[in-house]
């Protein structure tokens, strides 16, 4: 049996991690701009706790990497770095138990690779999820917020790019992927109705983050809806209001904590005035047709799981199977097939219906007596005599051919309820969530 005792006893010390097997080098010093290798050493390096050895930050904007590059840097980690890639939650990569004469040659490789970018866990090292690009979900679209921002913050702000207590946040819709919630200053996706037309919008959110003397989390406050266009206009006041006001070493969490969300929202105010609308403002970042709402499944984190669908989903898979087993002339196969997915396609209704199920038997007694008399199904046999048919039924090609009739038509049966039941579900939650 496994030994459940835990290795190290709540309260006691981790102990130190053993030195893995590392490159040896000798590594060539390269040619290299010593101010940049200076400010990228002071923001994405760090000296580990195992003497001699540093941890480097890759600063990964919207922590895309393309394949080539992967493989480069894959090389380039092999040649200077522990055999790990670690990735972090603020979208960017850590590289581990790199020996300090190793560093000149590995700026300079990361350099070639555009991975270089000093700035880690400063104000210009935005997350965002993929909001509109790819998520069904999203409502606006946070890359290319992201984009706008980091760019005004490299143009308009280098003197805060080494400030490490203001973190940017975004997300395409309220779910947080992009982790605004937890965010000095936090946007997510939202909009903003403009007599028949809707303009793409961000909920402006403040104060969250992490106290890094108590080591409490705070959770951001809401403060304002504004229109996408106008975020950068917000974030300019929100900082010019920081530099001013704030009084000596304290850092934004302190300084948002002290001023409150009414404050926030006063000045903020002017700029979420939609009397005035501009024809760009209809248009979200990165868009060039006029913003729409539509929301579909979504792809991360933030999503609810669709049992149902994906239970269905496998139904479907079975029906499939049976059908593959019907031309290859396995007839036992594609009866057997056909039989778990009418099963499977009964559970799926049944637990979109809350009635809990469980074993095969089981589920077909619950089909029965909740849904026997059903005119959506229509049954010409009673479900139970209907898939117990498989029993007595000999396994030739006349009865599998019948038996998978009959299971294409239940299964599609119940997967159009389903579609029809999701269709009008949507329609009763699309205002509200548009509404957040
Ligand atoms: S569901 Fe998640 S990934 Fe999708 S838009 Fe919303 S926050 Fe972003």
Redesign the pocket.
């Known amino acids: 049996m496994k030994n459940l005792k835990p290795s190290h006893p709540i309260g006691s010390e981790v102990p130190a991690e053993a030195t893995p097997t590392l490159p040896q080098g000798p590594w060539q010093t390269p040619a290299i701009d010593n101010d940049a290798f200076n400010q990228w050493k002071s923001s994405n390096v760090f000296a580990q706790k195992q003497s001699g050895f540093y941890g480097v930050y890759l600063k990964i904007h919207l922590g895309d990497v393309a394949p080539d590059t992967a493989r480069a840097l894959a090389k380039v980690v092999r040649e200077t770095a522990a055999d790990d890639i670690r990735f972090t939650a603020e979208q960017n990569i850590l590289l581990r138990f790199i020996k300090a004469e190793a560093l000149p040659y590995l700026y300079h490789e990361l350099t070639k690779l555009g991975l270089a970018d000093a700035g880690h866990d400063s104000i210009a090292d935005i997350t965002a ?3 509109t690009d790819t ?1 069904a ?2 409502v606006t679209n ?1 890359t290319g917020l992201a984009t706008e921002l980091k760019d005004i913050l490299n143009k308009e702000y280098p003197h805060l790019l080494a400030v490490k207590d203001v973190h940017i946040k975004i ?3 309220m ?4 982790q605004h919630m937890a965010a000095s200053i936090g946007f997510h ?1 939202s909009s903003i109705k403009q007599g028949i037309k809707v303009i793409p919008a961000m909920q402006v959110v403040i104060g969250g983050g992490l106290d890094l003397v108590t080591g409490q989390g705070f959770v951001a406050d809401k403060v304002i809806k504004l229109p996408s266009r106008r975020i950068p206009e917000a974030l300019r006041t929100l900082l010019s209001d920081y530099q001013n006001n704030k009084q000596e070493g304290e850092n934004y969490l302190k300084y948002s904590q002290r001023q409150g969300k009414i404050y926030f929202y006063n000045i903020l105010k002017p700029i979420g005035d939609t009397d005035q609308i501009n024809e760009v403002e209809f248009f979200d970042w990165g868009q060039d047709s006029q913003y729409i709402q539509s929301i579909g499944v ?3 984190a ?2 609810s799981y669709d049992m149902v669908g994906a239970i269905l989903g496998d139904a479907i898979e079975k029906l499939a199977e049976a059908k593959t087993s019907f031309k290859e002339e396995i007839w036992s196969e594609s009866i057997y097939h056909a039989y778990t997915a009418m099963v499977i396609a009964a559970k799926g209704w049944l637990l979109a219906k809350d009635v809990k199920c469980n074993t095969h038997i089981g589920i077909i007694e619950d089909f029965e007596t909740h849904f026997a008399k059903d005119p959506e199904f229509a049954l010409v046999l009673p479900f139970s005599e209907m898939v117990l048919q498989m029993r007595d039924g000999e396994p030739d090609l006349k009865f599998a051919e019948e038996y998978l009739e009959t299971a294409s038509s239940f299964v599609g049966q119940i997967i159009k309820g389903r579609k029809a039941e999701g269709e009008l579900a949507e329609k009763m939650v699309l205002d509200s969530y548009y509404k957040a």
């Open positions: 999820c993929p909001g998520c979900l999203g946070s997300s395409g819709c779910n947080s992927c992009g996706g979504g792809e991360c933030g999503v």
